[in-house]
Structures are given as structure tokens and as C-alpha cells.
């Protein structure tokens, strides 16, 4: 199966580095990007074909044309006018997979051949280490063969859920940005550690084995955060404290907010 990425960021080449370490041939990639910068820089990186939109404007289209799986990777506000531009070079039978953050369905297909099959998906970066999580959201003319090649595509590197559209959004909120707030509390933890009197570098590294470590606790289907919790927090004793204190200051309440902050954006980009 030849799959081409439009664009080759962080998230393409989260994808591109999952499939890799899964053993795809490399043959059967090809990429694209604006800059010849960062094509060459990819190229060196993953050693797949990688060309710029810069040198050569049609180079998207050309990138597409033989393709089975085009995932277009660029930022959410470009993603529509990269689609139309190289709408002509698509087979009927190739599938467009999107995985930019708000854009529609609606929004994609409109700018597509008609009957064009349309996969939206909000992937994390996490599918660099194999751990990544996905939603899939498929498009009104999609076959069941066709999504099972898209879940496969991701499933080399990561987990995929397949949701209503109107569910996306959501799971871009915890899982497409999860990463994000979780690198975010390492460096809080971090930064209070300095507060206590530890030294930075050694704050940093505590923060980050510390997470690591609870990640891998976490690391099987069947693991309860609660119960994880409940082993750590002693009765009376000093985790029960710091987590009286995060519930006094109404942590639950920040991340519920921190989402729908997440959401609403999500909203105004797929306007
Ligand atoms: N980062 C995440 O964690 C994450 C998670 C889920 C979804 N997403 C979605 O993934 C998409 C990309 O995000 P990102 O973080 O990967 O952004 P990024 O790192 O800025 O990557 C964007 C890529 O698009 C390329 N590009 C720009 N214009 C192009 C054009 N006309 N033709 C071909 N390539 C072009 C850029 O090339 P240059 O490098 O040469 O500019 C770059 O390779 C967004 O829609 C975002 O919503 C991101």
C-alpha cells in the first residue's frame, strides 16, 4: 500500500517514524513539505522520499497521484486549499485521511471530488514510541475495507478509537493534546521541586523518572488509576495531603476547564 503524507511535521512524521519502526518499506512512503530545509532534514532523518512545495509547486499533487492513502498533515488553516490543490491528481479510490485539528468532514469533502473517500482522525504524538492514541471519524463514502487499511496504518504505532465526528473534538482534548499538559505538569513538578530546595537539574530529572515511571505502571489495559492511587496515597499520610491540598484548589475543575478551552478551539478552527 503506498501512502503519501502532505506535510511532514511533528505529527506526519510521528506516523512515518511508527510505521517504520513497525517494518513498512520505506519504498512505499513518500512525503512532502513546504521548505527544502526540512525536506532534506527528513530525508536524512527517515530515509524515504521527501520533496518540497517550495522548489517545485506541483510537487503535492505529483506526490499523490499513485497513491492509496494521502494523509494531509499540514496545519488546520491550510489543510482545505492543500486539499483543492491537489484534488485533480487523486484517484476515486484513494483515501484522504486528515488528522488536522476542528476541520470538518464537511469542510474537506467540499473542497474534494465528489464521492472522494474521507477519513478524519486526531491522532497524538505519542505514536513516535508506539504508544499513540487515535480517533477516527470516517467520511459518508468510505468503505469498511478502506477505514480497516486507515486503522491499520495507525494501528502499527497506536490505539485507534472510531467515533461519531461530533466525539472528535473531545478526544482531541484529552488525547490529541494530552501529551502536552502532561509534559507541562513534569516541569511543574519540577519547578516546585526547586521551590523545596533541590537542585534544577536534579528537579528535572526527578520529575521526568517520576512520570515515566508512573506511566509505565499504566501500562496495561487492565490498570485503575484509582486503585494506583489508593496503593500510593497512605492513609493519614503525606500523598493524602498533597492530594487534599490539589482538591481544595480545585484541580479536577482546571482540567475540565483547560478541555473546554481545548474544544472551543477546536470549534473556531473547523468554522
Ligand atoms: N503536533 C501534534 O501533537 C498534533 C496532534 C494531532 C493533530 N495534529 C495536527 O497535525 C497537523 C500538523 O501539525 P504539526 O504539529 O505536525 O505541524 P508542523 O510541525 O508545523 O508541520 C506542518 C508540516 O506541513 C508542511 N507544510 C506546510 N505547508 C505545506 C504545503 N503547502 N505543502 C506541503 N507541506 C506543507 C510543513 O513544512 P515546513 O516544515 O517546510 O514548513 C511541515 O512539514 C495540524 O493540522 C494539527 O492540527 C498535530
Known amino acids: ?38 525536506a532534506a532534514t527528513r530525508r536524512e532523518e527517515f530515509g524515504i522520499s521527501v520533496t518540497a512545495e517550495e522548489n517545485n509547486p506541483g510537487t503535492n499533487a505529483q506526490a499523490v497521484a499513485d497513491a492509496d492513502i494521502v494523509v494531509l498533515g499540514v496545519k488546520p488553516f491550510h489543510i482545505a486549499e492543500t486539499a483543492q490543490a491537489l484534488a485533480d491528481a487523486l484517484r476515486p479510490d484513494t483515501v484522504v485521511v486528515s488528522v488536522a485539528a476542528g476541520t470538518t468532514l464537511a469542510t474537506l469533502t467540499s473542497v474534494l471530488p465528489e464521492g472522494q473517500p474521507v477519513v478524519r482522525t486526531m491522532p497524538n504524538v505519542a505514536l513516535t514510541v508506539g504508544k499513540g492514541v487515535v480517533g477516527l471519524a470516517r467520511g459518508a463514502t468510505v468503505t469498511d475495507a478502506q477505514v480497516t487499511q486507515v486503522e491499520q496504518l495507525f494501528a502499527a504505532s497506536g490505539t485507534v478509537f472510531q467515533l461519531s465526528e461530533n466525539q472528535l473534538n473531545a478526544l ?85 476547564k483547560a478541555l473546554q478551552a481545548n474544544v472551543t478551539r477546536s470549534e473556531e478552527l473547523g468554522a
Not at 174 to 197: D, I, T
Not at 200 to 206: P, S, T, Y
Open 172 to 256: 482531541g482534548a484529552m488525547a490529541g493534546s494530552g501529551p502536552g499538559y502532561v509534559f507541562r505538569f513534569v516541569n511543574a513538578l519540577a519547578a516546585a521541586g526547586v521551590e523545596l530546595g533541590l537542585e534544577e537539574q536534579v528537579a528535572q530529572e526527578l520529575a521526568r523518572l517520576t512520570v515515566v515511571g508512573a506511566g509505565a505502571m499504566l501500562d496495561h489495559h487492565d490498570a485503575d488509576p484509582s486503585a494506583l492511587e489508593d496503593s500510593i496515597a497512605t492513609e493519614g499520610g503525606t500523598t493524602q495531603a498533597a492530594l487534599n491540598s490539589m482538591d481544595a484548589n480545585g484541580f479536577n475543575d482546571l482540567i475540565i
Open 1 to 38: 500500500m503506498r501512502i503519501s503524507f502532505i506535510g511532514l511535521g511533528h505529527l506526519n512524521s510521528a506516523i512515518v517514524a511508527g510505521l517504520l519502526a513497525d517494518g513498512y518499506d520505506p519504498e512505499n512512503l513518500i512525503a512532502t513539505t513546504h521548505s527544502e530545509a526540512s
